[in-house]
Every structure is written in C-alpha cells, then in structure tokens.
C-alpha cells in the first residue's frame, strides 16, 4: 500500500497555546514544570489528530519552544561562549537567552542574530562557529519526545535538521574556522543520536536537507557523501532525507547516490522534478512525494495530486512510495474547522493544516487504487466553483493593469536632485534619529481592540481612544528627542492584515495563526481575488498625527512585495500579476498622503529578499517584477516627497543592484544583531543614496547601552558619509514594552547626538 506520511505538524496549537505558554513563561506566570506540561498535552493532541486523519508516518521532534533550528544549536552544544555554558545538557535560561538575550541577575547578554529560514517569513536563529567550536550531544529532547508518543501508541519518525543543512545554515565567526573541521566534529554527534533512537525503539528517522535545492558547492557535495555514508553506519534506522522548497536540478544525482534509504521532493514547488527523480532514485529506496501544499492553504486538485502518485506506483510499486505535504505543515494555520469568520463558499475552496492531514490520506489510498469517489467528486466541484466565482475577477483590475506604463515606474527626477529638493523642506539634522514605525501594542490597546470588534466600543468610542494613544506617543517621541516621528500604528493588528482588511480581494480567518518566530505569531490574509483600493487606508490617522506636532510625521504603509508575501495567495494567476494589483492600490494611499501634506512616507519591503527564488539562475525574473511592483507604489509623488522603505533580517550582498534599483530616498535595514555586517553589501556597491542601519535589536527584552549603540554608528561612518546615515531600531516596537522602549530610544538619541558632536567642523557646518 502507498503511505500517508506527514513530514512536520504546527506547533503552535489550534489557538496558540504555545505562544500563551512561552510568554507567560518568560514573564514569570508559569513554572518550567508548567510550561513542560502544557507541552507535553499539546504534543499528544498534535500526535492524535494525525493518527486520528490516517496518517501511518507521523513525525515526532517537530515540536519547538522557539525554533528547529536553534533546537540543533542545543542538540549538539553549539552555545557561543557568551552565554558561559558549562556543558551538559543546555537548560532553558540559556536556549531563550540565545534566542532573546538575557539582561538580569547580573547577566547581560545579547541574542544570536536571526534570520528567515529560505524563502519563507519563518525566522530561525542562525548558528555560530568559530575555532573554538566543539560539538557533543548536549539535549535529549529527540529521543524524549520520541518515547512521550511511543507511550500514547504511536511510533512516530523523529525529525531533525540534516548536519550539511546546519552548517549551511550558520556563520563563521573567525577567519580560523574551518568547514570541514566542523562537520568533522558533528558527524559523531548525530551518529549518537540515531543511536540512542534506535535503543528507543525508533525505526526510522527524517533528516532534513533542504539546502540541496540551493546552489551548492563541490565542497558541501562532498561533505554530503560523507556524512551519509558514516551516518548510515552509526545505527539501524532506516534514513528518510527530506528536500523541500524547490527542486533538485544537478543535485539530484547527489542525493540519489547518498547511504539513505528514502527522499522525500516537493512536488508542488517542483512538479516538473518527478521524471527524473524516478529514473535517478535506485531501486530499493522508498520515495516520498509532497503533492499536498504545506505553505498555502488552498485546497488540493485530488484527481491531479493521485494520477501523480499513480505514475510513481507504476513506475516503482505501491510499497516504495510515500505521499506527504510538500514541506512541513509548520507553515499552515492548524484547523479550518475554527474559523466563524469565513463564509461557507471561501471555506470550501479552503485546507489548514488538519484538512491537509485528510488529503494526504485519500491521496494514498486512490494512489493504491482504493480511491473515495464521493470525496473525490466534493472536491471536483469546489475547485470548479472557485474558479468560475464570481468573486474572484475584477474587469476594472484587469483593465488598469493593462493600463502600467514604464513612466508609472519612474520618479519624476534621481535621487541626487530629489535629495537638494527635500533638504530645505524637512530641515533635518545629521545622523537624523526616528523608528520603523509601530509603538507598543500594550494590553489596554488590544483590549480596546478587542472590545470595538465586539461592539462593546462604538466607533466614536475607539477612535477617541485612539487619538489619546497616537498623541500621547507623539509626546513622548518629542520628549525623547526623535528627529521624525512616527503615529504608532495603534489602530493597525498586524502590518499586512490591516491594509488587507481595507482591500478588495482579501479575505480574513478568525484563528489562521501560523509561527513567525518565536512565541510572534501572525495571521496571513487569504487573497482569493482581484486586489484594488475602495477607499484611503491610513490618511485619516497619518493627517491627526501631523496635526498634532509641528515635527515631520512619516505616513506608515506596507509595500506590495510583503503584502504579497505575508499572504496566502491565489495560486490562480501568477504572483507577479497579484502583486502589481496591490501595488497600484498602494500608488492610490501614496498620492493621497501626499495630498494630505504627508512629506515622508515609508513603505516597508520587510520581505523583498525573502521572495528571492532559491536558485540564483532565477533571480532576475523575480527581481524584475518585484522591484517594478514597488517602484509602481512609489513614483507617484513630487520630488518633494521622501519615499523610505524598511528591510529587515535580510542577506543583502547578492542583490544589492535590486535594491539600490529600488530607488527609495531612505532604506532602512538591520544592523545591531549582525553587528552592521549587513552594510558590507552597500558599502562595496557604493549606494548612493541614504541608509539607516539598525542599532537597537527590538527582538530581544534587553535595554541596550548608549556605548553600544555609538560603536554601531561609528562602525556606520567608518564606511558611509554621515549625511547618508539615519540612525533608527532594526525594526518596529509593537511587541516591546514601554519599559524598554523609552530607555532604548532615550539611549540611541544621546547615541546620535554623541556622534554629531564628534564630526568635523566643515561636515557639520554643511549640515
């Protein structure tokens, strides 16, 4: 018979538990035995409901109080020496102090940097090495987690984050580490993992490699063959290596040459690989197909995703083959069945991650010729239904889409005229200080919130309260000594959800949560149609904020390219048509603002690089379309107009051109974590125009020092003329506490005014 097999499950709970546990932890209103507890329940329902869908291969060590990766960091004693561990197994304290930082008790520590994990906005905490770097099996959560389900019933594959991927994952932090020296020292490691598995009673273990769908040199190849062929000696277990998130292309042969026992190849992202992955995977090997979609939530094409495996069953036979999602399910919201808010028609066109559970099974079993006709004939009709809905085309859309001309893609005048124009106008001072963008979204904001979706507020009602919450941040900016200020977003949920709710095409779940990082969890818009703008999104809120300071107020909006990427979108149409749907709506807010006296508007492209495909051959293609979708967004203004766009978490050397392409006035980008590693990539390419590099991480409690934040800048004007610098966070300080932000945004504005005094005479006289 084929396998219905999952390759990972959501974490987070059906209504993120995980999230409210976590923090609850962190803020010291629940115990660690409580906090393992609400674990171990949440884990046994997750084990469930896959044994319950049919699931035969159910995973266990997906499971994460913050991030697999960081997980790996654990499991094999990868601790920077910061953070002073003595070996042993690695406690809490010190896992959220590599994730978060750890400022009490006498420690002050800072976080690992962070970043996102491929092309998704899943962040994980990047891995660091130096000479210094030796690994020992330090966490016995794979193997605990292992008997936990093995004592409910259920025998479950243990995942773990493949060695190549690790390593390819993480930095060297010295010019003496060494790659090979690394893996060297790591192979043992997992080798005594699959051990103690094995005397667990373990069968098989999942290990996953999704850096063979990137462009990999002959070194890592190498490495690849030999960790395989020692690790396929270390124990009994039968290896399943998963690739995910693209296709193999020249590392098919690779990985079909490797000591495992199975490969796993995601056939949504890459249909097009099952060909050759069938004449290339020898005999004997058990093959496992992604056909269900793990990171979108659209429902399968039954008939198309089980002729699939039927090609596969003829070719190899029913008992080689596996049918799975294309990647873990982490990326998907976990139950439709709790969404209120949905109509009943968008429902059904609709899979979370527990309806995705049902495909995979009725996919494997019609695989084995044991095909449900009535589910099959349900799902023949809402596919048939979505797509001749009307709810779905626009002809006024479309029309204005064919309407995009290269001088709808321009400004009017190059940055270096623009810069002369906006100097006088804005009257700013060198190294001028400001933030990304949102302020503390405290719990009298979200109960407030809260209460007008209930209509426990009238209208009138709530944005009195919001207007006491906008001025009472703009007091404290001004107090604080902030250059450009910011309303503080308090009538904003989410930065992507809000702009969707006031779009056309958009749909809105009640309980689609899926992991960003750590305890954040976002809620994807789902869009299902054609994308324009009925009406101003945030005029009315960017027009009081001005009215209330005589300081330049920046308009807050998001750009196109994260709208698009921070959604669940139509996989009806190509993404680069949606996304210049939503950019000519942004076009639309922009002028407005414009209109409404607004001189500074960011739009942020938090995920331009994150869309990058995976593949440098394929870049360009998407560089083109994604770049002219913001420049769409931006070029409707005056020169008068300063355009400032914000990037976070992001590796910029390799497109670099694409983003000086852009265009924006400002950028703004992460630098504290990275320790302003990530100007490199401007500095070498010369960017011509202004930059702020981040020097306050808002993903960590801690408060950082005014020390801290100078050695940042003057790592900044070593390499970039001052009159380029903005000094500003990483990123927005929604999910900080007033208690840390004030004394931060204090420090980085002595910061700034500390590095003005100490610039030449004639720089700051020119100023």
Same mark, same amino acid.
């Given at each position: ?30 115990? !660690? ?99 210094? *770097?030796? %690994? ?11 008997? !936990? ?53 373990? !069968? ?25 062929? !020692? ?94 999602? /294309? ?176 779009? /056309?095409? %958009? ?54 390219? *994260? ?107 992460? *630098? /504290? ?8 990539? %401007?500095? /070498? ?83």
């Amino acid at each position: 018979m084929v396998t219905a097999s999952n390759l990972g499950f959501p974490r987070i709970g059906a209504h993120r538990e995980l999230k409210k546990a976590v923090e609850a932890y962190w803020k010291g209103g629940m115990s !660690e035995g409580e906090l393992m507890q609400m674990s171990k329940d949440l884990r046994k329902t997750h084990w469930q409901m896959q044994k319950d869908a049919g699931i035969e291969v159910i995973p266990s060590n997906d499971f994460s109080f913050y991030d697999q990766v960081l997980d790996t960091i654990a499991m094999v004693g990868a601790v920077p020496e910061r953070y002073n561990h003595k070996g042993g197994n690695i406690n809490l304290e010190t896992y959220f102090a590599m994730a978060r930082g750890r400022q009490s008790g006498g420690v002050d520590v800072v976080a690992m940097e962070m970043t996102k994990w491929f092309d998704t906005n899943y962040h994980y905490i990047v891995p660091e090495f130096t000479k210094n *770097t030796t %690994f020992t099996l330090s966490s016995s959560k794979a193997v605990d987690e292992f008997k !936990e389900a093995k004592e409910q019933g259920i025998t479950t594959r243990p995942v773990v984050l493949g060695p190549l991927t690790f390593l390819t994952l993480g930095k060297l932090r010295d010019e003496e580490a060494d790659w090979k020296t690394l893996l060297t020292g790591l192979i043992p490691v997992y080798a005594e993992l699959l051990k103690q598995l094995e005397a667990a009673g373990a !069968e098989s273990i999942q290990i996953d490699e999704p850096c063979l769908v990137l462009d990999i040199c002959e070194g890592t190849k190498e490495g690849f063959k030999h960790a395989y062929a !020692e690790l396929s000696k270390a124990s009994g277990l039968k290896i399943m290596l998963a690739t995910y998130f693209g296709d193999l292309r020249d590392n098919l042969k690779l990985a079909c040459e490797l000591d495992i026992d199975g490969l796993h190849v995601d056939l949504v992202r890459a249909p097009e690989q099952l060909d050759d992955v069938l004449a290339a995977l020898p005999a004997g090997k058990a093959l496992s197909l992604g056909v269900i979609d793990g990171r979108n939530i659209w429902r399968a094409n039954l008939q198309e995703a089980s002729d699939t495996v039927k090609r596969a069953v003829a070719e190899r036979g029913a008992d080689d083959i596996l049918v799975g999602p /294309s990647c873990s399910l982490l990326h998907s919201p976990v139950d439709l069945d709790n969404e209120p808010k949905l109509d009943d028609e968008l429902k059904s066109w609709l899979a979370f991650a527990k309806q995705k559970l049902h495909e995979i099974k009725l996919i494997a079993d019609a695989g084995a010729g044991n095909k449900d006709s009535a589910a099959f004939e349900e799902n023949r009709k809402a596919l048939e239904a979505r797509a001749s809905s009307d709810r779905i085309h626009n002809a006024w859309v479309k029309e204005r889409m064919g309407s995009i001309s290269d001088g709808m893609k321009n400004r009017k005048s190059p940055y270096e005229t623009r810069a002369k124009v906006q100097k006088p106008i804005l009257g700013l001072p060198l190294l001028p200080t400001t933030t990304i963008g949102s302020f503390p979204q405290t719990q009298e904001v979200r109960q407030a919130r809260a209460r007008f979706k209930k209509g426990e507020l009238t209208r009138e009602q709530y944005d009195e309260f919001l207007e006491k919450e906008t001025t009472n941040c703009i007091r404290i900016q001004e107090e604080i000594g902030l250059d450009v200020l910011v309303h503080g977003e308090f009538e904003r949920n989410d930065m992507v959800e809000y702009f969707g709710e006031k779009l /056309s095409g %958009f749909a809105f779940s009640a309980n689609g949560w899926v992991q960003s990082y750590g305890s954040r969890c976002v809620k994807p818009p789902i869009i299902f149609g054609d994308v324009s703008r009925p009406e101003p999104m945030t005029v009315r809120w960017a027009e009081f904020a001005q009215s209330q300071t005589e300081l330049s107020m920046k308009g807050m909006l998001t750009g196109p390219v *994260t709208i698009l990427q921070w959604s669940f979108v139509r996989n009806d149409q190509p993404e680069s048509e949606t996304c210049q749907q939503i950019a000519l709506a942004i076009r639309d807010e922009v002028v407005d603002l414009e209109k409404a006296g607004i001189r500074i508007i960011q739009i942020d492209e938090a995920a331009l690089r994150e869309g990058l495909p995976l593949r440098k051959s394929d870049w360009q293609t998407y560089l083109n379309w994604a770049v002219d979708s913001f420049r769409i967004a931006a070029s409707g203004v005056e020169d008068t107009t300063q355009i400032h766009t914000h990037m976070c978490y992001s590796e910029f050397n390799d497109i670099i051109e694409g983003v000086a392409r852009m265009d924006a006035d400002v950028i703004s980008i992460e *630098t /504290s974590r990275s320790a302003m590693e990530l100007l490199d990539a %401007f500095v /070498s390419f010369k960017y011509p125009n202004e930059i702020g590099p981040g020097v306050y991480d808002i993903h960590s409690p801690r408060v950082p020092k005014q020390s801290e934040m100078e050695v940042l800048l003057e790592k900044a004007l070593e390499v970039l003329k001052p009159e380029q610098i903005w000094v500003n966070p990483d990123c927005g300080l929604k999910t900080r506490g007033w208690a840390e932000v004030r004394p931060a945004l204090e420090a980085m504005v002595a910061a700034a005014k500390a590095l003005r005094e100490r610039l030449p005479d004639d720089i700051r006289a020119s100023a």
